[in-house]
């Protein structure tokens, strides 16, 4: 119903900005919440950021000043701006949407892209 590519990641020096893109196909009238979740080698996979469709933000506590989320509704994609990276921002990073489905909530998840900060 719903299908999400991300793009805009990358090898990145420590300090340095990526911004990557989340742009939904199929059913984009019924996504509500958008997000972006990441998941580090070895490592649980755990929410970075999400956005509903009124526009209500939420950032994980390690981001918080430094990753902007925001979604053009006009183009069903969402962005995170990722801004002063960390070698700890190395991960896996997958967009998540939430939809109805037979008016039953869905959740929809990206291939992820890459982000590796490292010097």
């Known amino acids: 119903q719903v299908q999400l590519v991300e793009s805009g990641g990358g090898l990145v020096q420590p300090g340095g900005s990526l911004r990557l893109s989340c742009a939904a196909s199929g059913s984009v009238s019924s996504i509500n919440t958008m997000g972006w979740y990441r998941q580090a080698p070895g490592k649980e996979r755990e929410m970075v950021a999400t956005i509903t469709g009124g526009g209500s933000i939420n950032y994980a506590d390690s981001v918080k000043g430094r990753f902007t989320i925001s979604r053009d509704n006009a183009k069903n994609t969402a962005y995170l701006q990722m801004n002063s990276l960390k070698p700890e921002d190395t991960a896996v990073y997958y967009c998540?949407?939430?939809?109805?489905?037979?008016?039953?909530?869905?959740?929809?998840w990206g291939q992820g892209t890459q982000v590796t900060v490292s010097s």
């Open positions: 998540v949407a939430r939809f109805l489905r037979r008016q039953l909530l869905s959740t929809a």
